[in-house]
């Protein structure tokens, strides 16, 4: 079974500086995706990023990158130009594919608050 | 517009009752997804279904029951025997080939 970590149950920026949010994760796989999810207070989960783990080359999206590092199984996410509009919870997802379908490992999410 | 819409947004319950949360998808998606998210435990699986008529239970799956008679809707009902049934419940879908779930707005259920 996946496990999916996040370190931080509690991180602030300040608007427009930088922020990384921590995420590792445990598999035997070789095939999967990682995901990063932002559910701000509305509840609405939005997919903010996502990487497919046999591409070495890192996803970016606009202000919202990643530092995926396979062989230490960690998949962090770098905000930079931090907006009020960031501030919400953000989880690290895992999914494969096992026993004919396809299912998706949350961790227990990052709270993110940005600081006027 | 396309998108997976759940009802009702805030749901009340009676202990003893059973009660079922709505979810219904217009993207074509051939998979469903019922999670459940509790403060400080993110998103667990109850049931998916990959096909209509065919589903599977998650991790959470005891307590709760589901069908998929159409490709565009997946029922949760959450039964009696589920011990503590107060949370928000989020239903999702997916393309088979698509590892990208979309999610659809939530239902909080309380139970009184």
């Known amino acids: 079974a996946q496990t999916v970590t996040q370190s931080q149950p509690e991180m602030s920026v300040q608007e427009a500086e930088t922020v990384t949010l921590s995420c590792t994760y445990d598999t035997s796989e070789s095939n999967y995706y990682l995901f990063w999810y932002k559910q701000p207070p509305s509840r609405q989960m939005i997919l903010v990023i996502r990487q497919e783990a046999y591409k070495q080359q890192n996803a970016t999206e606009n202000r919202f990158s990643v530092n995926f590092q396979k062989a230490a199984k960690s998949f962090s996410l770098k905000i930079s130009d931090s907006q009020l509009g960031d501030t919400a919870m953000y989880f690290c997802?895992?999914?494969?594919w096992g026993a004919g379908s396809y299912q998706l490992t949350f961790g227990k999410g990052t709270k993110l608050s940005v600081i006027p | 517009d396309g998108g997976i819409t759940q009802s009702p947004k805030y749901l009340f319950r009676k202990e003893g009752q059973n009660v079922t949360l709505s979810c219904e998808q217009n993207l074509n998606h051939d998979a469903m997804y019922w999670y459940r998210q509790d403060p400080g435990q993110g998103l667990r699986l109850i049931y998916y279904s990959q096909i209509v008529n065919d589903f599977q239970k998650g991790d959470i799956a005891e307590g709760y029951s589901v069908s998929r008679e159409k490709k565009e809707s997946f029922p949760l009902t959450v039964t009696s025997a589920q011990k503590n049934p107060t949370a928000f419940y989020l239903c999702?879908?997916?393309?088979?080939?698509?590892?990208?779930?979309?999610f659809g707005p939530g239902t909080r259920l309380t139970v009184l």
């Open positions: 999702a879908s997916s393309i088979g080939s698509s590892n990208e779930q979309f």
């Open positions: 997802a895992f999914g494969s």
